[in-house]
């Protein structure tokens, strides 16, 4: 018995060791294991509030400013087609440089391709291909097309400009006819395949016209004209007003 007494001895203080071990340190351990990542987690995400707080207090001092610039831009680029508008402003434009409107037409909207995203759901940058076809002197044209430039408060893109004499008799009276886009935020609609179509006012998918049709009627329109030599400043092929 004397010489069993070391070894039970050693067999129990094994046993408390192994019993001490799974249940009282490695559940704590494991605890505090979890607790340690919970805390990371927590910082983290105190971190994240915080640059939001400053994020929306800048916001919050700068108000008036960040309203007059979203004012802007949506002035700039509507969320409507916005023709009768944009009408007006080319009448008014035309008037003050002393030329004669003849005609002004707008064609289906298209999505523009690579466009950023507009962050509103459903809603895409679309633009519409317009021609206007005017009369007057060469720099009455060129006033007009700095006006569009300049004073415009849309985005216009004039694409191309091409003229010719009226006749012998009304010289040095140009017929001009310009071709570009206007920009609109639009809805749109997304359908099989990925496929993106836009929708009109009646909530239904328009028949977007393609860029070779658009360019084909800008090309009949200004056959038999000459392309003459606009100030690159008012008009050019990547010139954005």
Do not use: C
């Not at 960040?66 to 700039?76: D, E, G």
């Amino acid at each position: 018995m004397t010489r069993r007494a070391p070894i039970l001895a050693a067999v129990a203080a094994v046993l408390l060791t192994v019993l001490w071990w799974y249940l009282l340190y490695q559940p704590r351990r494991v605890e505090e294991a979890a607790l340690i990542e919970e805390t990371t987690q927590f910082e983290k995400e105190r971190g994240e509030l915080q640059a939001r707080i400053v994020v929306l207090n800048e916001v919050r001092d700068n108000e008036d400013e960040y309203r007059s610039r979203l004012a802007r831009l949506r002035a700039y680029i509507p969320d409507h087609p916005g023709q009768p508008h944009t009408l007006k402003a080319l009448q008014q434009a035309a008037d003050a440089s002393g030329v004669e409107v003849f005609q002004t037409t707008f064609a289906e909207p298209e999505l523009v391709e690579g466009a950023p995203e507009t962050n509103e759901e459903l809603t895409a940058l679309a633009r519409i291909p317009t021609l206007m076809t005017i009369t007057g002197s060469y720099f009455q044209v060129v006033d007009l097309l700095r006006r569009i430039e300049v004073d415009f408060r849309r985005a216009v893109k004039v694409s191309t400009v091409t003229m010719a004499e009226e006749s012998e008799e009304k010289f040095p009276e140009l017929t001009v006819t310009a071709t570009g886009h206007i920009f609109s935020v639009l809805p749109v609609l997304e359908g099989a395949g990925g496929t993106v179509e836009i929708l009109g006012p009646d909530g239904q998918p328009t028949e977007a016209a393609s860029e070779g049709a658009s360019e084909a009627a800008s090309e009949a329109a200004s056959e038999g004209a000459t392309t003459a030599p606009v100030d690159p400043e008012t008009t050019a092929d990547e010139g954005t007003s």
